[in-house]
Structures are given as C-alpha cells and as structure tokens.
C-alpha cells in the first residue's frame, strides 16, 4: 500500500501564499509523475500542475506565473508554492504520484485524501 498525506492548506487573504506539501509512505520503489489537482464546489477536477520524475513541469494557464510545483525524490514529497492566491483558487487540492512498487510491477496511481485551500478577505 502507498499512502500519501497532503499538508499546508488553509485560509489566506487574496494576494496571500501558501506552500502546499504531499508526502508518499509506504511500499514505494520509485515515483514517476507527481502532481496537483483542485476541485472548488460544483466544479469538476482541473490539473493545477504536473512534474516528471526527470523535473520537467507543466501547469494550468490560470496558475502560470503564480504557483510553482516542486519535488524532493529523498523524500517522496511533492510541493505546490502557490502566491498571488486569487478567490477563484479556492478548492479543495488533491496531489497524485505515478508510483512504482517494486521493480517487477508496473506503475499505479495514487491519490491524497486533499487539503482545503480558502482565498477571502
């Protein structure tokens, strides 16, 4: 089983920052994509932003130049710089690793249970 735990979200007032953080435990042999997602009520899934296990990155148009997406192998975590927060952030942000297991099976998907991300004034 692989698990993985998000951390770092909460309120902020728009023009505010926040770092969010995601954490992969368990049976993991490598992690190949990691990534962002947000859900705001009544809204499907978007991608916020992806990174490659090579630190290639990818992210939506409504976040370039304001988020950053980072990661940190050694620990199997994943981080979303997010600044310049906008009310239309607001969401719920789930992360998303590729994981292998073991070197005999192949990649799987695994999500983190989301964190509350609240842009008001």
């Known amino acids: 089983q692989v698990q993985l735990v998000e951390s770092g979200g909460g309120l902020v007032q728009p023009g505010g920052s926040l770092r969010l953080s995601c954490a992969a435990s368990?049976?993991?042999?490598?992690?190949?994509?990691m990534g962002w997602y947000r859900q705001a009520p009544g809204k499907q899934r978007e991608l916020v932003a992806t990174?490659?296990?090579?630190?290639?990155?990818n992210y939506a148009d409504s976040v370039k130049g304001r988020f950053t997406i980072s990661r940190d192998n050694a620990k199997n975590t994943v981080y979303l710089q997010m600044n310049s927060l906008k009310p239309e952030d607001t969401a719920d942000y789930y992360c998303?690793?590729?994981?292998?297991?073991?070197?005999?099976?192949?990649?799987?998907?695994?999500w983190g249970q989301g964190t509350q991300v609240t842009v008001s004034s």
């Open positions: 998303k690793m590729v994981v292998v297991r073991t070197t005999t099976s192949g990649p799987r998907v695994s």
């Open positions: 368990g049976s993991i042999f490598s992690i190949n994509a």
């Open positions: 990174i490659t296990s090579g630190g290639s990155t």
